[in-house]
């Protein structure tokens, strides 16, 4: 199957697309896949206290303690259970600018969880989703440590994830779809580009059913800055991996729908543009007509 783009090729999308922010597709990544991200964060978990057998998410706002002051919201804490019983509240912390950062804040979070759930061990986990690679003098604190007299006063630390520090290529046999979205935002040279994402495309596809494919293939195309023409050719290559009838309706379905309509309203909108623009000219060219002919 030979798809068409009838926008550009060669040129970004330049859609809805760009309203997907680094921010929010980590907040639906990770209501989407709560078990595979802390798999990804904690791999060792499950080797310790065996599988997942049970996971809530606690979003919930933490009392004030004065009328007036503005309410603190957790960001994605959740309890998990696990087979010998162990529990454990996470809270997930997406980042995209570290300049936003502000380790005060997440301690507070902390602090508001260990006093709602004191029996529980409760860690923090902040994931810096940014392209920008970090000079080591500029990384956020990773801790909160403060000493009086030599005596310990408080230590804070949280578990710090820079996607930039890791290599994608060690996600590529994964089984964890988190990894793979993951992998187009960690580090691989400039010229893997489209091969990190047709991987993630790939295993996406294989790993998780067709509403989150077709939910998180923009979130590829997105971050991996995939060109409408390399965007035509994952979906050629995906189409060749798959040859029942349900499956090549189902992908011409969805690349038709995700990116030739969004072409045609793209088109649209310059189309309109262009008449705007005619009209006003028009307008123009009448004026002076009219005020030609009162000269004479």
Do not use: C
């Amino acid at each position: 199957m030979n798809f068409q783009i009838r926008s550009q090729q060669g040129t970004q999308l330049t859609t809805s697309n760009n309203l997907i922010t680094p921010d929010s597709s980590f907040k639906n990544i990770i209501e989407d896949f709560p078990i595979n991200i802390l798999q990804w964060v904690f791999p060792e978990a499950e080797v310790v206290h065996g599988p997942i057998l049970h996971w809530e998410p606690l979003r919930e706002q933490m009392p004030k303690s004065r009328l007036n002051e503005r309410g603190r919201e957790l960001d994605f804490p959740i309890r998990y259970r696990f087979e010998d019983g162990f529990e454990l509240l996470v809270l997930y912390e997406p980042h995209h600018k570290k300049q936003n950062f502000d380790i005060h804040r997440i301690a507070h979070y902390y602090l508001d969880m260990e006093k709602r759930y004191p029996e529980l061990p409760i860690v923090a986990v902040v994931i810096f989703s940014d392209k920008s690679k970090w000079r080591k003098n500029k990384w956020v604190p990773t801790e909160i440590k403060k000493e009086v007299f030599g005596k310990p006063q408080i230590l804070f630390q949280y578990e710090f994830r820079k996607l930039k520090f890791l290599s994608a290529a060690s996600a590529q046999d994964s089984d964890n779809p988190v990894e793979h979205l993951l992998s187009i935002l960690m580090d691989y040279p400039k010229q893997d580009r489209w091969i990190v994402a047709w991987r993630a495309y790939k295993n996406l596809f294989r790993l998780v059913e067709w509403s989150k494919f077709l939910k998180y293939s923009e979130f590829i195309d997105k971050f991996a800055s995939l060109t409408d023409e390399e965007i035509r050719l994952i979906f050629e290559q995906l189409f060749k991996m798959e040859n029942t009838m349900t499956v090549r309706e189902l992908f011409e379905e969805h690349y038709s729908k995700i990116y030739l309509e969004k072409g045609l309203q793209q088109g649209r909108e310059e189309g309109r543009e262009e008449g705007r623009e005619e009209g006003r000219e028009e307008g123009r060219e009448e004026g002076r007509e009219e005020g030609r002919e009162e000269g004479r």
